[in-house]
C-alpha cells in the first residue's frame, strides 16, 4: 500500500505535536509578571546562573498544545474500551456533578472535625455499603488503590500471625494467573511466594494448591472470577482447606463487577478482599488514578484495620488516629496520610445509590450477558481459551492465527486503524497469545456489533493471508505508527535532551 504523506507531517486536522519545550520560539511570555525585587540570595554555591529552560510561549499557544494533546487521548468517553482485568466502564456525569458540589470538592482533613461531620458521614455510609455488599463485618476505606488494598489486606493479615504466635509464617500461595499486583504485594509484605498451577479449566489446580497448604504458609490469594474471566466454583473448598492449614484467604476483589448484587463475598470464606471502587463503582481511571482500594475484612482480622478511620459516636463522627489506642488498640499503624480518597468515595456512593441494590444486580448481570455475547458471537473465527460459559471477561487463545503469520500484536495494532482501542493483549499468562476483553454492562448492543464485526472481519482478513496490508503495518492511520519495540526495549531512551537548534538557553545566551 501505497504510504499517504502530507507536506507538514500533520494527518489531517490531527495536528504533529512537539514537547512544550521544542516549541519555545518566540522567546514570548503568557504570564507578566513584575520584576522581582533585588535580595540577597542566602543559597551560595547553590545559586544557579543559568536560566532553567522554560519554553516561552504566548496563551495561545499554550492552550493550544494541550488541547491537541487532549485530542490524542483514547479514552472510554471516546469510544469502546474492551480492556480485560479492568473494567473501564462508563462514568456518570451525576458524579461528577456530586464530587464537584463545593460541601465536598472544597473540604479539607485537617479542618475541626466538627465542621466535617458530613464527609464523615459520607464515608461511613459508603462503609456500610461495601460491608453489605460482601457481607464482611469491617472495611478499611483508607488504600488508595487496588494494590494498596492488597498491601493492607496482607499486612492486616501478618499482624494477625504475629499476634496469635504465628509469625513464622512466611509463604504466600498466588496462582499463576493472578494480577501481576499479588505476588507483588506478598513481596512487598516480606512474604516468599510460591504459584499455584491452575487445570485445564482455567482454574485453580486444588489439589496442588492443598499439596502446598503447610505450617509455613501465612495466606492465600486467589481472584474471583479469576483473570480467565471464570467463577473459582471450588472456593468454598479453597477457604476451608486455607483455614484448616491455620492460613488465611486473601481475594482479590477487582473483579467483583461481576458478583455485585449476587454473591456475599463472606459466604466464600473470604479473609481480606479489596474493591477497587474505580473498577466496580466507576471512577474516571486508566490514567495513573486516583482509584480506591478500600478492604473488607472478616472478624479474625477487622481489629488490625490501619488508622486513620472514622467512627460514629453518639454525638456524631470521630477520626480515629493513633494506633494503639482506643478503638485502633490493635491497629497495624497508618498506611495513608488521612481517611482514604474522598473524591473517589463520593463518586462510587453517588454511583451505587443512583443505581441501588436492583440497579446493581442488573449491572453485575448485564456485565456477565455482554461478555457472553462477545464470547458466541466471536467464537466464529476466534478460539476461547475456556470452554462453557464465563463471568465478565472473555479469554480467548491464539491458535485461530496458526499458520497465518499474523500475531495477537498485529490483530490488536489492526484494531486500532479499525477506531477500538485493543482489548488486553499476552495477559493472562496462562492463555497463549492471550486476548482478553471486557465489554462491561455499559456498552450497547450496537457498539458490541461493530466491535465484533470489525474483529471478525479482521481474523478472516488474517485466515486469507493479508498479513502485509492489514496487519503488519498497522496500525496504518494513527498519528503514531508500530514502535520498534526491540530498539525500545534495547536502547531506551529515557531522557529528553535539548534540540540545538531553537534552545531557550542558546538563544539567551546569544542575546
Ligand atoms: C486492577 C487490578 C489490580 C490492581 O488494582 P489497582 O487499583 O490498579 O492498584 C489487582 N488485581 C486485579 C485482578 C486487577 O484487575
Not at 201 to 220: E, N, T
Not at 265 to 292: E, Y
Amino acid at each position: 500500500m501505497t504510504e499517504i504523506v502530507t507536506t507538514s507531517g500533520h494527518r489531517a486536522l490531527q495536528i504533529e505535536q512537539p514537547l512544550i519545550f521544542e516549541l519555545d520560539t518566540s522567546g514570548s511570555t503568557a504570564v507578566d509578571l513584575p520584576a522581582a525585587p533585588k535580595v540577597r540570595t542566602r543559597l551560595g554555591q547553590l545559586r544557579s546562573d543559568k536560566p532553567i529552560g522554560l519554553p516561552g510561549l504566548s496563551e495561545p499557544e499554550v492552550v493550544r498544545h494541550y488541547t491537541r494533546l487532549s485530542q490524542k487521548n483514547y479514552s472510554i468517553d471516546t469510544g469502546f474500551y474492551p480492556l480485560g482485568s479492568c473494567t473501564m466502564k462508563h462514568n456518570p456525569r451525576l458524579n461528577e456533578k456530586m464530587a464537584r458540589l463545593p460541601g465536598f470538592a472544597d473540604i479539607h482533613p485537617y479542618q475541626p472535625q466538627s465542621t466535617a461531620q458530613g464527609a464523615y458521614e459520607l464515608i461511613d455510609t459508603l462503609a456500610h455499603w461495601l460491608k453489605t455488599l460482601t457481607g464482611m463485618p469491617a472495611v478499611a476505606m483508607s488504600p488508595a488503590a487496588g494494590a494498596h488494598g492488597e498491601l493492607c489486606g496482607l499486612m492486616c493479615i501478618r499482624s494477625a500471625h504475629e499476634a496469635n504466635g504465628q509469625g513464622a509464617r512466611k509463604l504466600v500461595l498466588v496462582p499463576e494467573s493472578a494480577h501481576g499486583t499479588n505476588p507483588a504485594t506478598a513481596a512487598l509484605c516480606g512474604y516468599r511466594v510460591e504459584a499455584i498451577p491452575a487445570n485445564a479449566g482455567g482454574r485453580v489446580d486444588i489439589a496442588a494448591l492443598k499439596a502446598k497448604l503447610g505450617p509455613d504458609v501465612a495466606a492465600v490469594m486467589i481472584t474471583n472470577p479469576n483473570t480467565c474471566g471464570l467463577f473459582e466454583t471450588e472456593c468454598i473448598e479453597i477457604a476451608q482447606a486455607v483455614h484448616a492449614a491455620g492460613a488465611y484467604f486473601y481475594m482479590d476483589g477487582a473483579n467483583f463487577n461481576a458478583l455485585v448484587g449476587r454473591v456475599r463475598i463472606a459466604d466464600l470464606g473470604v479473609d481480606a478482599m479489596h474493591i477497587n471502587l474505580h473498577k466496580t463503582f466507576s471512577t474516571p481511571h486508566g490514567g495513573g488514578g486516583p482509584g480506591a482500594g478500600p478492604t473488607v475484612l472478616s472478624a479474625a482480622l477487622a481489629a488490625f484495620v490501619p488508622v486513620p478511620f472514622v467512627v460514629k459516636g453518639v454525638d456524631g463522627f470521630s477520626v480515629e488516629e493513633h494506633a494503639g489506642v482506643g478503638a485502633a488498640k490493635q491497629s497495624l499503624g497508618r498506611m495513608k496520610g488521612f481517611q482514604g480518597q474522598f473524591g473517589v468515595f463520593v463518586r462510587a456512593l453517588s454511583y451505587i445509590l443512583a443505581m441501588g441494590v436492583d440497579g446493581l444486580k442488573t449491572a453485575s448481570g448485564d456485565a456477565v450477558l455482554n461478555a457472553n455475547y462477545l464470547r458466541t458471537e466471536l467464537s466464529a473465527e476466534l478460539h476461547p481459551a475456556f470452554d462453557g460459559i464465563c463471568m465478565h471477561e472473555v479469554v480467548f487463545d491464539d491458535s485461530f492465527l496458526k499458520n497465518t503469520g499474523v500475531s495477537t500484536l498485529d490483530i490488536a495494532k489492526a484494531l486500532i486503524d479499525e477506531g477500538f482501542h485493543p482489548m488486553t493483549m499476552y495477559f493472562p499468562l496462562v492463555v497463549h497469545g492471550a486476548l482478553l476483553m471486557e465489554p462491561t454492562e455499559t456498552e450497547s448492543k450496537a457498539t458490541l456489533d461493530q466491535f465484533i464485526a470489525s474483529l471478525l472481519a479482521l481474523a478472516r482478513k488474517a485466515k486469507q493471508g493479508d498479513q502485509a496490508e492489514w496487519f503488519k503495518g498497522a496500525p496504518r492511520l494513527a498519528p503514531r505508527r508500530r514502535l520498534d519495540e526491540t530498539q525500545a526495549a534495547r536502547k531506551p531512551v529515557l531522557r529528553w535532551r535539548k534540540p540545538e537548534v531553537g534552545a531557550v538557553v542558546a538563544k539567551q545566551a546569544a542575546e
